[in-house]
Each structure stands twice: as C-alpha cells, then as structure tokens.
C-alpha cells in the first residue's frame, strides 16, 4: 500500500511534481504514465526516499517516508531508471551484496539468491561480470536486486525500457506474476503495456495528476491511447496536441 | 556493522579486483624503493669520507635514523600525497555515475554506516601500502642498528598521516560526481595542509601559532623524531572525525535539497 498525498517538489523555480495525490492498494499493479519529463522519475524517488519532498506526504505500508525513512526502505524494492550495477562485479556476488545491504539475515541469503536467479532467468549468467552483460540482463539483473528482499512493495522505473520485444514480453509477464500480494507501482510511456500488465492507471502530465482510475473504467469504449493524449493535450493546451500525437503513433 | 563490513569489502574487491590495487601499490613502493636506495648511497658515501678524514666526533653524529629514516619518511608522506586522492577518487563519483549511488541511499542503511564503510575500505588499502612500506625499515634493522622504537613513531606518524590524507579525500569525493575533480580537489586541499606550516614561519603572534599548529608537516616530523606526544595524536584525531563528520553531512545532503 502507497498512499501519496499533496505531493509537490520543487527545485528552485521549477515545479517538477505539483500537489500529486494517488494511492496504490496492496495487490495491485498501478501504472504510472506520463511524457517524458512529466515528474515520473522524480515521484518514484520520493517515494523510494531517495529524494525530499517540498511538501506533502507519502506512506508506504503505513509507514511515513520522511519520519520512519529506514521503515519504508526496507520494505521497498526499487528499481531506478538505469539498473544500479557495480560493472565490476560479477552477478552473483552483486545480488549477495545488495541482500546484505537490504538486511537479509545471512542464513537467507543463499536461497534469497537462488529464488531470484530463477525467477528473473539468470541462472546462466550468475559469474558474468556485470558490465559485460547485455541491456536486457542488466535489466533483470536490476529486478533481480529489487526483489531480493522480498519487498511487499516494487517501485519500477521503465523496467522495460530498451528491451526487444521477446525481452519486454518476458519481464511483463514475470512483472504480471508479481502483483498478487506486492504493491507495484510500474513508470512508463508505452500505452500496451499498461493495458497488459496494471490494475490502475495514474497519468502525470507537467508534474500534475490528470487521470487516477481502474483500467477497465478508463478502456470503456476507448483505447488507453485516446485516453492518454485526451488527458495530456488539455493539461498542455492545444498546441502540444500534434506533436504529442505524432510521438505516439511513432 | 554488519553493513559497514559489507559496504567495506565491496570497496575492496573493487580495488583488488581490478588494477587499481596493484597499480597503485607498485608505484608507491617502486619509489619509495628508490628513495630509499639513493638515501642509503648517500649515507655510506658521507660515512666512508668522514671514516678517512679519521674524525670519530663526526661519525658519531652520524645515524641512520637522521640520515635515512627520517628523511625517507618525509619523502614517503610527499608520494601519499599524490596517491592517496587516487585511493578515494573513485569513492563517491562512480556510484553517482554508475546509479548505485540511488541503491544505496535506498536501502535500510544509515548514511554513517556509508561513509564509514567506504572509508575502512579505502583504510585497508593504505594501512597496506605504509605497512610494506615497512621493509625498508626493516632491512635496515637487519643490517644496520637503527633506534627501533624512535623508527617505530616514525611509521606511526606516516600511518596516522595516511588516514588522515583518507578522510581528506574522502569528504571531498563526496561532493563531486566527477573522479578528475575528486582527484585535484583533495590533491589541492592535501598540499595545502601540507604547506600551509610555511606560512607559519612568516606571520607572528596567534595567529602565526594557529597556521603552524594547523600544518600537518609540524606534527609528523616531531613522530619522525621519535616523540609521540599527546598533542600531535589530538592533531591527527581531530582532522580525521573532522573530515568524516563532514562526509557524512555532505552525503546527508542530498536529502535536504
């Protein structure tokens, strides 16, 4: 469970997230979708506690990021935009690394390290150094070393992003298999990929909430697309409308 | 603790686990080697031209500990100076470059337990390098009689000096996200200490006193002497939670912004 609430974050004259609030209920997987440069990342790192809010509150299992920071990190699972790898260590002793540093008891480490090989494919790869491996086994390295720790909570930024199609179709999948009992919450600006994988959808357009529903409310009689640039193209005005479109058609 | 040590041994394995271990061992101590040698040649001449003019005053006078240790300890604290930074550079950028900076920050770890692991990292690494460097001396009580325990203080100056050059480096790794600026930045701040002592000499009154009690050169040549007193120990120890109490707010920073 993530609750955000009049969430807004400011760096100096630039409001890059104003007053967000959404939640994401335990078992779902929420999609949070936007353009680029719409405030994604920046959410995603306050509510990680990477970043400070200016102002407002997120809690994470109940727990409040600013005041119990060490509460909420340990039960999160996150997974920044570029995949946090040491390219100098091989795989396995990276994910030990990060198990201990997520504070898996040391007996557990070992079959921690094992489950998370398995479900992220990377059993054939677990000496490889890192930095020699391709962008799509840093990718689900970098899930791997979010999920380590068995977080009841999975922030993912654009986990599929420069993936090829098998690939993408790959973690989709391994990501759909994670809700159940998990939060996610899932950044991205490929519109199937919503459809496919997320509960609930938020749209962030210019650092603001624009759309906060179920799937299935949003999809009745229109595609996610249409709802998408809908969204966007009135929080922009009507001259970022064709561009806007353009891209996604692209 | 347990993260301390975590956070350690990976600074480690990335240090021996690549060159920059070895590389950086080989060249303190190839030069360190040379010194050594030059300072030895040096001392056997002086001695072989004072035995011939038969002047035993002299000859007494002469010791290996001023000749050779003492200045071979200056000249060694001179190469830590430049290798150092190169020790700490890598601290702080790289995880800024590579993103593991974001892993880290984001797990259940407390931002002194980051800054104290990566300096005991750094710490093995230098403790290393002083304490081989411990064979020229040790040659030397082999073959020659030097005054052991004053030879001791000596490398215990250096030792101290090289932790606290760490923590130095150290902090200001923590500011940048670039390993050039990392590496000139502390070489800068490093030789400032080092020097500053100079100025001492000109400038009188408290002042004076202050700029020579600051200078590190002041506290590491009265250990060269053999005399550790309490004062210089307060010196080092000062300097060292100094620098990583403010690596730790530094590093804390980020959550202020």
């Known amino acids: 469970m993530i609750e955000v609430a009049n969430l807004t974050k400011r760096y100096g004259d630039l409001s890059a997230v104003r007053d967000v609030s959404f939640t994401a209920p335990t078992g779902q997987i929420l999609g949070f979708l936007g353009p680029n440069g719409a405030g994604k990342t920046t959410t995603m790192r306050i509510i990680t506690g990477f970043l400070p809010a200016t102002s407002g509150t997120v809690r994470v299992e109940g727990f409040d990021v600013f005041q119990q920071s060490t509460e909420v990190r340990r039960r999160i699972g996150y997974l920044p935009e570029n995949p946090p790898l040491y390219n100098d260590m091989a795989v396995a002793p990276y994910l030990r690394f990060v198990a201990r540093l997520k504070g898996v008891a040391r007996r557990d480490v070992e079959p921690a390290l094992e489950r998370v090989l398995e479900t992220c494919g990377l059993t054939g790869v677990r000496d490889r150094l890192t930095g020699h491996l391709s962008k799509g086994f840093r990718q689900r390295v970098g899930l791997a070393q979010a999920l380590i720790h068995d977080p009841p909570v999975l922030v993912l930024d654009e986990p599929t992003i420069g993936l090829d199609p098998a690939q993408i179709r790959d973690i989709r999948s391994l990501i759909k298999t994670l809700g159940g009992k998990r939060t996610v919450v899932l950044s991205t600006h490929i519109l199937p990929e919503v459809a496919q994988v997320c509960d609930k959808v938020v749209i962030i357009s210019n650092g603001r909430i624009v759309v906060e529903d179920a799937l299935e409310n949003l999809t009745r009689g229109r595609s996610l697309e249409e709802v998408f640039l809908d969204a966007i193209s009135k929080d922009l005005g009507d001259g970022a409308r064709a561009p806007a479109a353009a891209d996604v058609e692209a | ?257």
């Not at chain 2, 975590?6 to 360190?32: H, K, M, N, Q």
């Not at chain 2, 000749?67 to 150092?84: E, K, R």
């Not at chain 2, 030397?140 to 606290?164: D, F």
């Not at chain 2, 006193?209 to 050169?217: D, E, L």
């Open chain 2, 1 to 257: 603790m347990r993260n301390v040590v975590a956070i350690a041994g990976r600074e480690l394995r990335s240090y021996f686990g690549s060159p920059v271990a070895y590389v950086l061992l080989a060249a303190y101590l190839a030069l360190a080697g040379y010194f050594f040698y030059a300072l030895l040649i040096a001392f056997n001449q002086t001695l072989q031209i004072y035995q011939m003019m038969r002047n035993p005053e002299m000859l007494q006078r002469f010791n290996l500990n001023q000749m050779v240790i003492a200045p071979l300890l200056h000249n060694m604290s001179v190469l830590l100076i430049f290798i150092v930074p190169a020790v700490t550079m890598r601290m702080f950028p790289e995880e800024k470059r590579a993103g593991t900076y974001e892993l880290l920050l984001t797990s259940p770890v407390r931002i002194g337990e980051i800054v104290f692991g990566k300096f005991l990292g750094g710490l093995v690494l230098v403790l290393l390098m002083v304490g081989l460097s411990g064979f020229f001396g040790a040659l030397l009580r082999i073959y020659g009689n030097p005054e052991v325990p004053m030879m001791l203080s000596g490398y215990l100056g250096l030792g101290l000096m090289a932790v606290v050059f760490l923590a130095v480096g150290t902090l200001i790794a923590s500011f940048t996200d670039n390993v050039v600026v990392a590496y000139v930045g502390t070489l800068f701040a490093l030789l400032v200490l080092y020097t500053v002592g100079w100025l001492g000499e000109t400038i009188q009154g408290p002042l004076g006193g202050f700029v020579r009690y600051a200078s590190i050169t002041e506290h590491f040549a009265e250990m060269t002497k053999g005399i550790i007193d309490t004062k210089d120990l307060v010196y080092f120890a000062t300097l060292l939670f100094l620098a990583l109490f403010l690596t730790h707010r530094s590093v804390e920073s980020v959550r202020w912004r």
